[in-house]
């Protein structure tokens, strides 16, 4: 395989947006080939993740429509769906074709516009990417599920809602330094302790909110990168793994089997470990979710995630900082743009540009986009060029 490396990297403002689908995809887009110095003329294909524009706003199609309108009418153009992980199953599309040699430069885009529905409505367009026969059509939404795991995780290892408090404590305050973030307010236990009930044990403040936003990776064969502006950002390891969509089926909801497959995978092919690692962007979606995230990717052993929340060792200065943009908690979540994002993130990282959130001396950065509850994980290890 060829190595291959990001030399642009850009993203909107995640939240609720003015601007339209195309437009948050076009802008971010641009953004990405400005940051690399490339001409459109330069991109030979484009992937584009994105989960449900024909639901939210009523445009399939929508991989020509965002190469069109950005100038590269005749080049391959797709779009790759596998629900919240829609962005990083684009960007490992991305960089398949470019590691088996048959593009040089590639375009990936994320984007979601999901404030044009009723909340209700979009709660109903999210369950479509659970076990609708089984599940979704009988009310299982996806705060229920988080909900489930964990009522399921603080049982079996015997802790308080305030593990919960930890995580979304920290990604509000991480966000405070992201000018991308939707939200940029502190929050407290008190504020969470009365805050509405979602779905037991989850309250407002443990959900990811509902939003607008797009993110744009430009990807190069590793040996053309130096003809682009930025330091390359290298593509050292990716996994990825598929799970049942169905709760029912997963013996332990303390975890998910598809996250563990696809950070083994990431790990061997960059031949690195969980040691290794200088931070993680991973899929808090709900609170629960990053505890249990940083317990499948080795950083902690199971049940021990949560008292390693609770003790700051994923706080930016921590043993391993994790979300220091805010995460999906407090960065936003459009979903099909979200695991494009955390990439743009770690590329910010790891060139030194990601200002007021920076974490000193990162070598390697991983991200962590979940599909649905645990039906896709992708895990990306990205490091500094030589
Ligand atoms: N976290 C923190 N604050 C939030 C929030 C969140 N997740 N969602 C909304 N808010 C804030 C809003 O900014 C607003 O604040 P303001 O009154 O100061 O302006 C207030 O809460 C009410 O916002 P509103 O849009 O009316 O909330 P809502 O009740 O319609 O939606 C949820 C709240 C939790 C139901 C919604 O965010 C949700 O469904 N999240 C989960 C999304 C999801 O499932 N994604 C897929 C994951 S797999």
């Given at each position: ?39 459109p ?39 790759v ?19 088996a ?13 999901m404030?044009?529905t ?21 009310g299982?939404?996806?705060p ?28 509000h ?16 236990a ?5 805050s ?9 403040y ?6 607008d ?8 064969a ?105 995460g ?21 990282q ?37």
């Amino acid at each position: 395989m060829r190595e291959v490396a990001i030399v642009g990297a850009a993203e909107t403002r995640f939240g609720k947006s003015e601007l339209s689908y195309r437009e948050l995809a076009v802008e971010a887009a641009r953004g990405a080939l400005e940051d690399a110095g490339a001409e459109p003329g330069q991109v030979e294909a484009l992937f584009l993740g994105s989960y449900s524009p024909g639901t939210f706003v009523h445009q399939e199609h929508v991989a020509p429509l965002i190469a069109s309108e950005l100038g590269l009418s005749h080049i391959p153009s797709t779009r790759v769906e596998n629900a919240c992980a829609s962005g990083a199953t684009a960007f490992v599309s991305g960089m398949m074709a470019i590691a088996a040699g048959l593009y040089d430069v590639v375009l990936v885009v994320g984007a979601e516009k999901m404030t044009s529905t009723p909340v209700a409505e979009t709660t109903r367009i999210l369950a479509e990417a659970a076990d609708w026969e089984n599940e979704s059509k009988v009310g299982l939404t996806f705060p229920g599920a988080f909900a489930l795991m964990a009522q399921a995780y603080l049982h079996k290892y015997g802790y308080g809602r305030e593990i919960l408090d930890a995580v979304a404590i920290k990604n509000h305050a991480n966000a405070l330094a992201n000018p991308y973030a939707q939200f940029h307010k502190a929050i407290t236990a008190e504020d969470i302790a009365n805050s509405p009930m979602v779905a037991d044990p989850l309250t407002l403040y443990d959900c990811s909110p509902i939003s607008d936003g797009a993110a744009a990776i430009l990807l190069v064969a590793g040996d053309a990168a130096r003809n682009f502006a930025k330091p390359a950002v290298r593509v050292l390891g990716f996994g990825q793994a598929s799970d049942s969509l169905a709760l029912y089926r997963r013996p332990d909801l303390t975890t998910l089997p598809a996250a563990r497959q696809a950070a083994q995978r990431a790990y061997r092919m960059a031949g690195v470990s969980p040691r290794d690692i200088s931070l993680a962007e991973v899929h808090d979606c709900f609170t629960i979710a990053e505890i249990i995230a940083t317990e499948d990717l080795g950083f902690f052993e199971p049940g021990e995630g949560g008292e390693a929340a609770r003790a700051g060792a994923t706080s930016r200065d921590g043993q391993i900082p994790v979300n220091p943009s805010g995460g999906l908690k407090a960065k936003g979540h459009p979903v099909g743009a979200t695991g494009v994002g955390q990439l743009v993130e770690a590329t910010f990282q790891l060139r030194g540009e990601a200002g007021g959130r920076q974490i000193d001396g990162v070598e390697l950065a991983l991200t962590h986009n979940v599909g649905g509850s645990g039906a896709t994980c992708v895990v990306t290890i990205l490091g500094r060029a030589a």
